[in-house]
């Protein structure tokens, strides 16, 4: 970290409200350059409201925001840009159909004349990449790289634009091991440039590995900022909780009831899935891991009639739904929602949510199939209105 005692960016006493609620109250932060400052905090303490604030989405209540010794207002996100403030966020930003270059400088004045100088944009796209250390191909369009990848393609498009601060908003999702290392080696590139980061994470290893300070929220309010080297991990846990831990990891004594789910050597079309088998009884959680691409996510989504099923056998509740050997295919999104599966997709955006629809009609779209919420062509919109309102209770 940077020895300079003038921050980079200090927040003071900033407060936000939405519709008369307190979201964050009287907020008080600051970022050194050459640190990596994490916020730490439950879902719901703030942190995407503070980086919101810093990245210029949102406009605080009341508060100051202090940047390199000056005090401004940051109206948008481009106006954040321009001040030297890039943002990676957890949502990909990027153009599929282009190349990684095209995306890299997507918006900037790189032209000869009326077009784009892309012998220019080439060298340019080679040396950002060449300075992070990644051996991703500038000319690779962006459908065809990992999910990893994505993710150091939006760090290198952060990157590019010189930023004096970078804004990591759980960059690791999704990343296997080796991915995440070669992600905090960036990082220390950044580091070494002078670049302040601000790393939201609720990875506890991923703070005391990559970095300095810690601020920890809990409701809106900053309950802590000190160096990782000060706050143990049980200690992260109760001030970010407000509860005392005597036990981080408690053996959950709890007897596992009846079968309801049994895999036998399922095969899984295009993906690397075959001859697996897992059972699943109430009451336990059975994880699946392995590293990007390996197909843990593949199982899950043929489970759900997502995936296409080559060959094996599935059981819920001892009634076979699928069976190859015998033509038996009772498997589908909405024949397991009515069984009472449910499925979460990793990409909330692309597969869990309808973008242009409200909070209230995403909520019952899975519900759209009963009587009591449609008669199959209109939705009784008050029915569902109530139903969403007592779940959000």
Known sequence: MSQTNIPLLSLKNISKQFFGSTVLENIN??????????????????????IQIVTGDIQPSSGKIILNNEELKIH?????????????????????QLTVEENLFLGSNNTKGFFLDKKKLHQMACQTMEQL????????????????EKRMVEIAKAFHTKPSIM?????????????????????????????????ITHRMKEIYKISNRITILQDGHVVNTDSVSNINEQ?????????????????????????LLDIKNLHISNSFIEDVSINVKAG?????????????????????????IEAGTISY???????????????????????????????????????????????????????KFSNGFIVNRKIEKDIVEKIGE
Not at 183 to 198: P, R
């Open 167 to 199: 804004v990591l908003d759980e960059p690791t999702a999704s990343l296997a091991e080796n991915e995440t290392n070669q992600l905090f080696s960036m990082i220390e590139i950044l580091k070494k440039e002078g670049i302040g980061v601000i790393y």
């Open 235 to 259: 200690k992260l846990v109760e001030l970010a909780t407000g509860r005392n831990i005597t036990n981080l990891f408690p053996e959950i004594k709890k007897q596992r009831g009846k079968k």
């Open 29 to 50: 932060f600051d970022l050194y350059p050459g640190e990596v400052h994490a916020i730490f905090g439950q879902n719901g303490a703030g942190k995407s409201t503070l």
């Open 317 to 371: 509740l001892d009634d076979v739904i699928f069976d190859s050997s015998k033509q038996i295919n009772d498997i589908s999104p909405r024949a397991m929602l009515d069984r009472g599966m449910l499925y979460l997709p990793s990409d909330r955006r692309a597969e869990g949510l309808i973008m242009e629809q409200n909070i209230r009609e995403n909520i019952s779209l899975p519900s759209l199939g009963l009587p």
């Open 76 to 96: 948008s996100v481009h106006k954040a840009r321009e001040l030297g403030i890039s943002a990676v966020f957890q949502e990909f930003s990027l153009v599929p």
């Open 284 to 308: 336990e959680v059975i994880g699946i891991t392995g590293l990007a691409g390996s197909g843990k996510s593949a199982i899950g989504r043929a489970c759900f009639g997502v995936n296409k």
């Open 133 to 148: 250390e990644f051996s991703i191909k500038p000319e690779e369009k962006i459908i065809n790289l990992s999910h990893a």
